[in-house]
């Protein structure tokens, strides 16, 4: 007896289990079974008779063994969220729209993904020979999806997919818990295998450190507005007086915002404290300071030495550093010029150490945290600050000399004097 199952239950049971054993005539509760032993790995699925070949892994706690029979009439084409790369030794296909994805055994799939490029119809085979169940797990994990009367697949005028890039989409479905079999949150995959990064950088702009003015915190903690006048008056500031800052309220914003309190020696490597909140108290951040016009210091691009507060010259104004500036004003479309643009530099493997899944995506929320207590600051100072969207990471580095994969900007905080 066939219960509880349609047509198209019975063609994915058709498919053999890991053992390779075929499976048809299968109650829901065998389903059932067969689909929490998919989700839990026990159970591969393949697309033909030879093992191997094509094998689809639930990536979803959600994941059923529904497949559709997919339908030779209409057009298919890759999809545009579809990526294939090396992952554990094996080929991988997936896409962040997907509940399922495919480990890649066969130079078939990439004869039938290279006849999709275009809108086009299934390499022409039988009902259910191996190209065609091979289609069918391509549409399944839908690295294929089909093409409506318009010609084109439903995510290219779908809105909810329009408006999804493919690189925002997959880093926001890996980054999160749901979507991926990854092993997530603080891992510390490479314990013992990797060194992890000191808290204070290794740089060679010590020689030309200068100490900067320090603000007096006990007194302003007298007299300082509000936290909630703060907050409440708070706002970006894109128009500046023609008088720079001073080397004083450029010494005071840092000391308020970016600096090391302390350096904490713990066996999972050093933590730091700083006024605003970070991810694993990692502080894996650097600040470099482009002075376009500061009252007592020279034009330049400077490191910012959080743990002494002072600044470092790494360079006097060149070609990049005009560049700099200018990307910063078009950010703020071009309604100011700043004077002082802080970029904020992640060493990414300080918390690529510790964290798997989740590092990156941490980082970019510690940049939230920055901007928010900058503007806090910059608002109780009365200083005009604005958090910048976009900024040139290749630029930094060539100004640095860092290697883009180890340090490079993932923020952008631009001040100038108040009106
Ligand atoms: C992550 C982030 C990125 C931003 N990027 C820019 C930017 O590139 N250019 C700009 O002029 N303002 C930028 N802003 C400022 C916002 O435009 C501003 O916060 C928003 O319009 C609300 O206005 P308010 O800050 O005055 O309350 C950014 C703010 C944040 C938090």
């Not at 094996?90 to 999709?116: F, G, H, K, M, Q």
């Not at 490597?269 to 210091?297: H, K, M």
């Not at 600044?311 to 500036?325: G, R, W």
Request: proline fraction near 5%.
């Amino acid at each position: 007896m066939n219960r509880g199952l349609t047509p198209h239950y019975v063609n994915i049971i058709e498919w053999l289990s890991k053992d390779g054993i075929p499976l048809d005539g299968c109650d829901s509760n065998l389903i059932e079974m067969l689909e929490a032993l998919a989700r839990s790995g026990s159970v591969e699925l393949h697309a033909g008779l030879t093992r191997d070949k094509l094998i689809l892994i639930p990536s979803r706690d959600d994941f059923k063994l529904h497949l559709d029979l997919i339908s030779s009439d209409c057009l298919w084409q890759v999809s545009r969220f579809a990526y294939m790369h090396f992952s554990d030794g094996v080929l991988v296909a997936r896409s962040p729209i997907a509940d399922c994805w495919l480990s890649v055994n066969d130079e078939t799939v990439s004869e039938i993904l290279y006849s999709l490029k275009l809108p086009s119809h299934l390499p022409a085979s039988e009902p259910n020979d191996y190209v065609m169940n091979a289609c069918r797990m391509l549409a399944r994990a839908q690295i294929i999806v089909p093409c409506g009367s318009s010609g084109e697949p439903f995510e290219a005028h779908d809105p909810e997919y329009r408006q999804w890039d493919f690189h925002d989409l997959l880093f926001h479905s890996l980054s999160r818990l749901g979507r991926t079999t990854q092993r997530m949150g603080g891992v510390y995959a490479f314990r013992g295998e990797i060194e992890p990064l000191p808290a204070a950088k290794e740089h060679q702009w010590a020689g030309s450190f200068c100490a900067l003015p320090r603000p007096d915190i006990p007194r302003l903690s007298q007299i300082d507005i509000s936290l909630t006048t703060a907050i409440e008056t708070r706002r970006s500031i894109r128009q500046y007086s023609i008088v720079p800052l001073s080397l004083e309220q450029l010494g005071e914003f840092l000391f308020r915002t970016v600096r090391t309190r302390y350096i904490l020696p713990t066996a999972a490597g050093e933590l730091l404290s700083r006024p605003y909140a970070n991810g694993g108290g990692i502080y894996e951040q650097e600040f470099y300071v482009t002075i376009d016009a500061c009252l007592d210091y020279p034009r330049g691009f400077y490191y910012y030495d959080h743990i002494n507060h002072g600044l470092c010259l790494i360079s006097y104004p060149t070609a990049d550093m005009e560049l700099l500036i200018d990307e910063a004003s078009a950010s703020a479309a071009r309604a100011v010029r700043p004077q002082v643009v802080i970029t904020i530099a992640s060493r990414f493997h300080r918390l690529g150490w510790k964290y798997r899944g989740m590092a990156y995506a941490t980082q970019l929320k510690n940049v939230g945290a920055i901007y928010q207590t900058m503007y806090l600051v910059a608002t109780s100072m009365n200083v005009g600050g604005c958090a910048l969207g976009i900024g040139n990471s290749d630029r930094l580095c060539r100004m640095t000399g860092e290697d883009y994969l180890v340090e490079s900007s993932i923020g952008e905080f631009m001040l100038g004097r108040s009106l």
